[in-house]
């Protein structure tokens, strides 16, 4: 059980272009969800809090109009990255979090979505 | 100041060696830990949570001394499938999870 996908697993996309990235829990239903971004060498960065039916809670210094993120269903969340530039390339990681477990506090993680902006 | 601090390595050890990495946190209300596994490219894995008592999961024993706010990881009879990097990871004032950067451990034939 507890099983979060992302969609896609790879992207390559032009300079300019919007790309959406997909993050869905399986077989639990998830009220939250959050999205981190992770460069090279470095460690994961919370960018923003999901929560299904209200606005997502973005991390200082991370830009809204950029990131935009939907949370329609106690399912699925989405990442859309705007007009993505090179420096936008990171692994985007989703977690969910089920508030019905006991440790109320345990993440889990989709698999990553690797975006290359070229 | 991270809010989570750790020696990002890489720790070079031997099959059948014993090593240990540690980590310490500057918030003082956290109130979970944990240690996440995460291979090269892939999205972090839980190893195990820490609790106040200590705990132990076979090759693993984890600690937290909340006094000093430092967490350890004890890796005892290191595998070669040990070979990754280890993520201290906080349960925050806002009830988020902030990561550490990671410890490197690569495990040698």
């Known amino acids: 059980g507890a099983v979060v996908s992302q969609h896609p697993s790879w992207v390559i996309c032009k300079s300019g272009t919007s790309v959406k990235i997909e993050c869905r829990s399986l077989?639990?239903?998830?009220?939250?969800m959050f999205w981190y971004r992770q460069f090279p060498k470095q460690s994961l960065m919370l960018m923003a809090t999901?929560?299904?039916?209200?606005?997502?809670?973005?991390e200082q210094g991370v830009e809204k109009d950029k990131f935009l993120i939907n949370h329609a269903s106690l399912t699925l969340s989405t990442l859309t990255v705007t007009s993505a530039h090179p420096e936008d390339s990171s692994f985007y990681i989703c977690?969910?979090?089920?508030?019905?477990?006991?440790?109320?506090?345990?993440?889990?993680f989709g698999p990553g979505t690797r975006l290359t902006v070229l | 100041r991270k809010e989570v601090e750790q020696d990002p390595g890489p720790f070079n050890v031997p099959e059948g060696a014993t090593v240990a990495f540690n980590c310490t946190y500057s918030?003082?209300?956290?109130?979970?830990f944990f240690w996440y596994r995460q291979d090269c490219r892939k999205e972090p894995k839980l190893l195990m949570s820490?609790?106040?008592s200590g705990n132990e999961d076979g090759r693993f024993t984890a600690q937290l001394n909340r006094a000093s706010q430092y967490i350890s990881l004890l890796i005892r009879d290191s595998k070669l499938s040990d070979s990754a990097t280890y993520l201290c990871?906080?349960?925050?004032?806002?009830?988020?999870?902030?990561f550490g950067q990671g410890t490197t451990l690569q495990v040698k034939p």
């Open positions: 977690s969910a979090r089920d508030s019905r477990r006991a440790s109320y506090n345990e993440q889990f």
């Open positions: 077989d639990f239903q998830a009220t939250t």
């Open positions: 999901s929560n299904e039916g209200s606005k997502a809670t973005y």
């Open positions: 918030n003082s209300a956290s109130q979970s």
């Open positions: 820490v609790y106040s």
């Open positions: 990871v906080v349960n925050g004032a806002t009830g988020k999870l902030i």
